[in-house]
């Protein structure tokens, strides 16, 4: 099968092309699968394009889209799944963050559950083994659990990490069902990971949580921030309206 790891990226220089390096050393240890590496950019100013284009010299399996503006990471995976699906013919896609905060080590354990027959493979800081950052504010814990809770309770929903950014989707009978339009999203920015994975559970998608560790950011800075809190109670509320009526 082919497997497109999609990478949204803006201002992640110091670790883009290191991640690209551990990445492609994964890659060897998966001799079953074609493996693909697809960079979305959102036109970074510190030079990000540049230090992927270096890698692209290297390595032949390294695409990049470089958007014209940042436009939220919800727009940037989509105009990802969408050209991996379109133009790189993928049969599944795992969302990936460029800074170092998912562990390149966890991608063979996602494909392996794909090979047992799952659609849909969650990363899961919230399962026995998994875990977020030990430095985290209490409150920063605090809220991401609960907020799980809070997903997975109003929207019934069988699985415990509901705002992971790490995830195996099947493309054949799932994600490509979807009717994925920039305009239909929710949320432009990191609620789309819940009205995405409110669809394909949805779809009847077989789903399995394995245990990550989420990592502290090495380098760079976040993007995200207390509106994207109020969206994703927004994106959870709408959604569980639009089922009712
Ligand atoms: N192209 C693009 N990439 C983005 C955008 N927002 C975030 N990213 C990238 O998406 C990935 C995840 O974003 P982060 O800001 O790290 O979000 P987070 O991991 O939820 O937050 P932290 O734990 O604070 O790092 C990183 O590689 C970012 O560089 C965006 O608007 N456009
Ligand atoms: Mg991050």
């Given amino acids: 099968m082919k497997i497109v790891i999609i990478i949204p990226t803006y201002n992640e220089k110091e670790s883009i092309g290191e991640l690209i390096d551990a990445l492609e050393s994964e890659f060897l240890l998966i001799s079953s699968h074609e493996m693909h590496i697809l960079i979305v950019d ?3 100013p510190d030079g990000t394009a540049e230090a992927i284009k270096q890698k692209q010299k290297i390595y032949h399996n390294v695409d990049l889209i470089i958007e014209k ?3 939220g ?10 050209y991996a699906v379109n133009h790189l013919n993928a ?3 795992i969302e990936f963050d460029g800074d170092f905060q998912h562990d390149p080590k966890d991608i063979k354990r996602l494909i392996a559950e ?7 493979v969650i990363g899961s800081r919230y399962v026995a083994g998994g875990g977020v950052p030990g430095d985290w504010a209490f409150h920063r814990k605090l809220l991401s659990k609960f907020g799980s809770l809070f997903i997975k309770l109003v929207l019934s929903l069988p699985t415990n990490d509901n705002t992971s950014g790490l995830k195996l989707s099947r493309v054949k009978g799932f994600f490509d069902k979807l009717p994925l339009d920039e305009n239909k999203i929710l949320s432009k920015r990191h609620a789309y990971k819940i009205h995405l994975l409110y669809e394909m559970m949805r779809l009847g998608v077989k789903v399995k949580e394995i245990p990550i560790v989420f990592l502290e ?5 976040s993007k995200s ?3 994207d809190i109020i969206e994703s109670l927004k994106v959870t509320l ?5 089922k009712k009526f």
Avoid: C, P, Q, T
Wanted: no cysteine; charged share 30%; glycine share 12%.
């Fill in 42 to 44: 959102g036109n970074s």
């Fill in 69 to 71: 503006e940042k436009r």
């Fill in 73 to 82: 990471l919800g727009m940037a995976y989509i105009a990802g799944m969408k």
């Fill in 91 to 93: 049969d599944a896609f």
């Fill in 114 to 120: 794909l090979d047992n027959g799952y659609d849909y």
């Fill in 217 to 221: 950011r090495e380098s760079g800075n």
């Fill in 225 to 227: 921030s207390f509106e």
């Fill in 238 to 242: 709408s959604l569980f309206f639009k």
